[in-house]
């Protein structure tokens, strides 16, 4: 009896510890800044704000910064499909072909990651400057225009983010496809599958939880990511990030800055919901 | 085939109604949390919001000041010489931090303390004018008694004296200044002399950068267009924009930045800029080719100011520190490290005794001519703030 009794409560005593920490840290300041987002629009910091329930706010941000909003998920949307196409096959002969190279390979995609997020992405002002050697090479092949740049256009804003998030679609394909059976891949084989069949009709629909998890990883910060755009974009390229910065920050108007975060935060939800109905795995669907 | 015929199990519709009313119950709890939410005013006085001085007791002191704007000793980085000086004769221990980066973010830092009257531990932060001015509207600064600063009464440079925040000189006290004008790199470009030519100059394109704070980028397009950046009317500010819209959408600009633009003046990826005179001065050290120019229609004058903030408990010994660095000997000590221009009167002459060279760098020591074409942006309330701020906003793009 008393065993049983104890059997019950301890799950919840497992949970405890995550569910408070998501209770303080994110759930309180979720309801905050969903309040925030309905304050009176005419408040301000000296005089207070009241909740007048003003949905208002949410078309007018709308109205205001609607173009940021749909470029940050157009980058987020081209940067993850580039570190797909990018990260698929880095992490295909990671996991399948490299041997003993595999884990310095591995080690090779997360290395980036021992440096600041914020010194990479200088870093690239420097690889993309102006006298650089990227421009001159490309100034020379006549895929730009003599007196063209990199710097400060979309093109660095999206190679920059592709760039940072790389890891994050790398090490869920990795993961998935190392798993893969080579059993089922050679059975294939002998049943006179092409390797381009094969890869289609078995390496693809078995590695999905990879694609799922990595596009994920990817889209996400990436759609919320601001630093890229401010350092390697112009105004022309700035993204929603840029403007919740600037709402909170620099122009004091609280109420817009919460109503895009919340925003942003339900589109990426509905997005992912969207995502994971179509591709999630099997078992959920 | 094999599926059970569905039995009229009360199971599924049970769990379903309580799933209904769990959410609706969330609801509801939400909703009613939310409806409590709201914030009170954040603006303080002298009645609501008391702060006593232990100076008597306690000789220390906590200096809060942006990065690389104290003198250091040449070849021992961790040793400040006026700092040291003056807390032998003091006696009086300073704890210095450099955990000023960025007016905005500071502000967001303390803002939530100061609005509850609660102390941010620190006795003395530098905030620029603007800054300094919102702080001091909202009743967050504690008022300095004047006849503990001397020196400061002698020697703070007229042009700073009187300014609309601090009519009394006792809220705010200037600790270092410079210009916002306009700055170019000669190894890429010829020589940029008005606003106009880095709006409009061709060969320019997409090769400038402004300066993404509000005043200093607009107050140089007002004075450009002949109107006072100390007194302009929102007709006048909105042609000024104007101008800077179409240099934004014609790719004039390439971005507008903080203290980052340095690097790629230096580098020669922007030819010309909106500059700060600070940082010009020591891009110019290492390559002559940098220069700063101070265009005929106006440049703008900063400052950086010291402020002590409402429940330091060293307000004293502030008084003392603030005082001490007005001494014409020390300022000029300090000046010929940081750089920006100095605000104290007298200290050019000490500068001769240091580095004649730098008394005469009107980028210190402006003189009468540059004094008389620097302005001061217009003190602005929070409602005509808020609106200049979202319109520069929207075509900043942020």
Redesign the interface.
């Known amino acids: 009896m008393s065993r049983s009794g104890r059997g019950r409560v301890v799950p919840y005593l497992l949970l405890l510890p995550g569910l408070l920490w998501l209770v303080l840290f994110f759930l309180a300041p979720a309801?905050?800044l969903?309040?925030?987002s309905?304050?009176d629009p005419a408040?301000?910091?000296?005089?207070?704000?009241?909740?007048t329930?003003s949905f208002g706010n949410y078309p007018d941000a709308v109205a205001?910064y609607g173009a940021?909003l749909g470029r940050s998920f157009g980058y987020a949307g081209l940067a993850t499909l580039l570190a797909l196409l990018l990260g698929y096959p880095l992490a295909y002969v990671i996991a399948l072909r490299a041997g003993r190279w595999q884990y310095l390979l591995l080690v090779c995609v997360v290395a980036p990651m021992f440096t600041s997020f914020l010194v990479r992405t200088l870093a690239w002002?420097t690889v993309l400057?102006?006298?650089g050697a990227v421009v001159g090479l490309l100034r020379d092949l006549h895929l730009l225009a003599p007196d063209g740049?990199l710097?400060?256009t979309p093109a660095a804003v999206v190679t920059s983010l592709t760039y940072c998030y790389l890891p994050f679609m790398v090490l869920p394909l990795y993961a998935s496809l190392q798993r893969l059976d080579p059993r089922l891949l050679e059975a294939a084989g002998d049943l006179f599958a092409r390797p381009a069949q094969v890869f289609r009709r078995v390496t693809l629909p078995l590695s999905m939880p990879g694609v799922v998890a990595g596009t994920l990883l990817t889209f996400i910060p990436a759609t919320g990511d601001y630093v890229n755009a401010e350092?390697l974009?112009?105004?022309?390229?700035?993204m929603v990030g840029?403007?919740i910065?600037?709402?909170?920050?620099?122009?004091?108007?609280y109420p817009q800055g919460a109503a895009l975060s919340v925003l942003l935060m339900v589109a990426i939800l509905a997005l992912v919901i969207g995502w994971l109905r179509r591709a999630g795995p099997a078992e959920a669907g | 085939m094999r599926d059970r015929p569905h039995p009229l199990s009360p199971r599924l519709p049970r769990r379903t109604l309580l799933r209904g009313v769990a959410g609706s119950a969330a609801l509801l709890v939400t909703g009613s949390l939310l409806g409590a939410c709201g914030t009170k005013g954040a603006r303080q006085t002298e009645a609501s919001c008391v702060s006593e001085d232990l100076s008597g007791t306690e000789k220390t002191l906590v200096f809060s000041n942006w990065p690389q704007y104290l003198d250091v000793a040449e070849g021992d980085e961790s040793r400040r010489p006026t700092l040291e000086a003056f807390q032998r004769r003091s006696g009086i221990q300073v704890s210095y931090t450099e955990d000023i980066n960025d007016n905005n973010e500071f502000f967001g830092k303390i803002r939530n303390q100061l609005a509850a009257c609660q102390p941010i531990d620190r006795d003395i932060i530098v905030l620029s004018d603007w800054m300094a001015a919102r702080v001091i509207d909202l009743g967050w600064v504690q008022r300095l008694d004047a006849g503990r600063l001397p020196n400061v009464g002698r020697n703070l440079l007229t042009s700073l004296r009187g300014r609309s925040y601090d009519p009394d000189n006792v809220l705010a006290i200037p600790w270092q200044s410079g210009l916002a004008g306009l700055a170019y790199n000669g190894r890429v470009t010829g020589e940029v002399r008005t606003v106009e030519e880095l709006l409009t100059r061709p060969d320019l394109k997409g090769r400038v950068t402004a300066l993404a704070e509000m005043r200093d980028t607009m107050g140089l397009l007002l004075a450009a267009g002949g109107h006072d950046p100390a007194n302009f009317t929102p007709a006048q500010f909105d042609e000024a924009l104007e101008k800077l819209r179409r240099a934004v959408e014609s790719g004039q600009i390439r971005r507008f930045t903080g203290n980052d633009y340095a690097a790629e003046l230096a580098r020669g990826d922007i030819a010309a800029c909106v500059a700060w005179s600070g940082d010009v001065i020591q891009l110019a050290a290492e390559d002559q080719r940098v220069r700063f120019v101070a265009p005929d229609s106006g440049v703008m004058l900063y400052s950086d100011n010291m402020l002590v903030p409402n429940r330091a408990t060293h307000r004293g010994n502030a008084e003392a520190l603030m005082d001490y660095y007005y001494e014409p000997a020390v300022a000029a000590q300090l000046a010929a490290y940081v750089n920006y221009i100095c605000p104290v009167q007298g200290a050019q002459a000490e500068m001769e005794k240091l580095d004649p060279a730098l008394a005469t760098n009107p980028l210190i020591f402006p003189d009468p001519a540059l004094l008389a074409r620097s302005k001061v942006f217009m003190a602005l309330d929070e409602t005509r703030e808020r609106e200049y701020e979202s319109k520069f906003q929207q075509v900043v793009g942020g």
């Open positions: 309801v905050q969903a309040a925030t309905l304050y408040g301000s910091l000296t005089s207070g704000y009241a909740m329930w205001a940021q002002k400057s102006d006298g740049r710097l400060a350092l974009g112009t105004p022309n390229e700035y840029n403007v910065d600037a709402a909170f920050l620099v122009r004091l108007d």
